[in-house]
């Protein structure tokens, strides 16, 4: 039998696709992480004002736990693509949020006293 040769650069063929880091432990650690949550909050062993440090702690691993376990986003060169639309999505919600912020604030300034407002109805 004739051997096939593939005409296509090394670099071009199709490998296998790499797999997640240790998918078996993305659930509980996910899990581990919101009870976390729940048991900062609810018991009194935290110091009051460090638990919002502590909830944006372990929100923030939590976030990369799903980005990396759930949806593979990873540093490699074939993820380059997932990472520009993460970026930008998460620029776009800046965006919105900061903006709606910033005109609140400013009607905020801009707006007449209710008591002065009160006043000027017959």
């Not at 899990?31 to 009194?44: D, G, K, N, R």
């Not at 929100?59 to 520009?84: C, E, K, R, S, Y």
């Amino acid at each position: 039998m004739p051997t096939i040769t593939s005409t296509w650069p090394k670099s071009r063929r199709a490998t296998s696709p790499r797999r997640a880091p240790a998918t078996g432990c993305s659930t509980p650690t996910s899990v581990i992480l919101t009870l976390a949550a729940f048991w900062a909050v609810s018991e009194h062993i935290i110091y009051g004002p460090a638990i919002p440090i502590a909830l944006i702690t372990l929100a923030i691993a939590q976030m990369g736990v799903h980005l990396v376990f759930f949806l593979h986003v990873t540093t490699g060169p074939d993820n380059t693509n997932n990472v520009l639309a993460l970026a930008f999505g998460v620029l776009v919600v800046f965006l919105v949020v900061g903006g709606s912020i910033w005109i609140m604030s400013n009607l905020n300034t801009n707006m007449m006293p209710m008591n002065q407002l009160m006043q000027m109805q017959p």
